[in-house]
Nanobody, 119 residues
Framework: QVQLVESGGGLVQAGGSLRLSCAASGLTISRYSTAWFRQAPGKEREFVASIRWSGGSTLYAESVKGRFTISRDNAKNIVYLQMNTLKPEDTAVYYC????????????WGQGTQVTVSS
């Protein structure tokens, strides 16, 4: 049974930092492309960042480029999202996802973790 469990969310002031973690079980993250998405109240879920299974190349949404960094620890089977210089518009529920293919089809999703950035 595949599980993705996010943690690390919380309340932070604008300009602050948070690191989200996504612990995977039932799959080996080095064999999947993994990504972070987010959904703000009243908005569609949007892509934030991804890391490909092969080579580890990364991709970011323009809105977070230069502030967020996605990484993974293959030994621990965890994917991270380091978020710096947070803005109120980063407030959302953040989801971890894993999938395969080109383009990637994300088959597995976590339950999400809330990030709230106060101004």
């Amino acid at each position: 049974q595949v599980q993705l469990v996010e943690s690390g969310g919380g309340l932070v002031q604008a300009g602050g930092s948070l690191r989200l973690s996504c612990a995977a079980s039932g799959l080996t993250i080095s064999r999947y492309s993994t990504a972070w998405f987010r959904q703000a109240p009243g908005k569609e879920r949007e892509f934030v960042a991804s890391i490909r299974w092969s080579g580890g190349s990364t991709l970011y949404a323009e809105s977070v480029k230069g502030r967020f960094t996605i990484s993974r620890d293959n030994a621990k089977n965890i994917v991270y999202l380091q978020m710096n210089t947070l803005k109120p518009e980063d407030t959302a529920v953040y989801y971890c996802a894993a999938g395969w293919g080109n383009p990637v089809s994300y088959a597995y999703w976590g339950q999400g973790t809330q990030v709230t950035v106060s101004s």
